[in-house]
């Protein structure tokens, strides 16, 4: 574990701190379509994604969900790092998209090194940061934009994560995340293909520009 924490971590971590890391932290390897946390669930353990990218969820008044960020690989998750500080129940659902690998961190160790590493409590602010901007975005993104501008941002998204410009979703799964129908998908879909943004295969989705 400490040769692959040097080869993520060396260029962000002090080499104690790695050392350290190594010694506490347990290694976990996750599949397509895991749940990694679950609503409610109480959170001992901070997790540092090695690689692979997970979808971080928000439970509404509706029962539905709805997509808040993805992080990626060197990221984790503020909203989980709250939960484990304050030890509340988790207020999110993290999905893998992808297979993948983190670290699970235990709280007592995080506390620890706020106080012992520079480079640990930078991290760490960073990651709210980051995940604060995204989760505006969000918010902006529900407030302002159409749906049809809410989807095509979605869809970059997931080009990105996954590295390829063919999505492999299904019409529902897109509405899920979305907290929409299908058929809103479906028809926003073919009016994104008809201006040239896309185009529609039988199982997936490309985009062209």
């Not at 260029?11 to 190594?22: D, H, N, R």
Request: aromatic content about 10%; hydrophobic content about 40%; proline content about 1%.
């Amino acid at each position: 574990m400490l040769d692959l924490l040097k080869a993520n971590y060396s260029p962000i971590f002090e080499e104690k701190l790695i050392e350290e890391i190594a010694q506490v932290a347990s290694l976990r390897d996750f599949h397509e379509g895991d749940i990694l946390i679950d609503f409610g669930d109480y959170i001992k353990k901070m997790p540092l994604l090695l690689n692979g990218a997970i979808k971080i969820l928000r439970e509404d008044f509706d029962e539905g969900e709805l997509l808040l960020y993805f992080i990626e690989k060197g990221d984790t998750c503020a909203m989980t790092m709250a939960c484990c500080m304050g030890e509340t129940k988790s207020e999110i659902r993290a999905v893998a998209e992808t297979e993948g690998q983190l670290l699970m961190i235990p709280v007592s160790k995080m506390e620890d090194w706020l106080g012992k590493y520079k480079s640990w409590r930078n991290f760490v602010f960073n990651s709210y940061n980051n995940r604060l901007k995204e989760m505006l975005s969000a918010i902006d993104s529900l407030a302002f934009m159409n749906m049809d501008e809410r989807l095509l941002n979605y869809l970059f998204d997931k080009s990105k994560i996954n590295k390829t410009k063919f999505i492999q979703n299904t019409h529902q799964e897109i509405a899920y995340d979305l907290h929409t129908s299908r058929v809103v998908i479906s028809r926003l879909l073919k009016a994104l293909e008809n201006q040239g943004k896309i185009r529609l295969h039988r199982a997936s989705i490309e985009l062209i520009k």
